[in-house]
Each structure stands twice: as structure tokens, then as C-alpha cells.
């Protein structure tokens, strides 16, 4: 399709859909840390407990990409 294999249309799409999620997550974080009050500090202990596993996610992507240099 348009010169692309399935392999490479599965990565981007991987990468566009999952990265599309992680910032809709986010999105929830923030709605979430606004609507209980949680101040300053409760808000970034629920970006750094909730969003942790996003960055195994964001790192994979950023070591395969560095491997390939």
C-alpha cells in the first residue's frame, strides 16, 4: 500500500496509536489530579505513579532508535 510494507505500516501505527493514547492518558492524570485537589505534590506523585509504565513504552522506542544509528 503506497509503497509500504504491512511491517511498516504496523510500526507506525504502533507508535502514532500508542503515542496518541499516552497523551490522552496524561490528559486523565491532569482531569484527575484538578478535580480531587490533590495540590502540588499529590499531582506530580500521580504523574510519577501513573504515568511510570508509559515510560518503559516511550524508552523502548528511544533505545531501538539509538541502536539502529
Known amino acids: 500500500m503506497f509503497g509500504y510494507s504491512e511491517e511498516q505500516i504496523a510500526q507506525l501505527g504502533l507508535t502514532v496509536g500508542v ?11 491532569a ?3 484538578r478535580e480531587s485537589k490533590a495540590g ?3 499531582t506530580f506523585v ?5 504515568s511510570f ?9 528511544v ?7
Open 19 to 29: 503515542s496518541a493514547f499516552i497523551l490522552y492518558m496524561l490528559f486523565i492524570i
Open 31 to 33: 482531569q484527575l489530579a
Open 40 to 42: 502540588r505534590f499529590g
Open 46 to 50: 500521580l504523574f510519577l505513579v501513573l
Open 53 to 61: 509504565g508509559m515510560l518503559g513504552f516511550v524508552a523502548k522506542n
Open 63 to 69: 533505545i531501538a532508535w539509538l541502536l539502529d544509528m
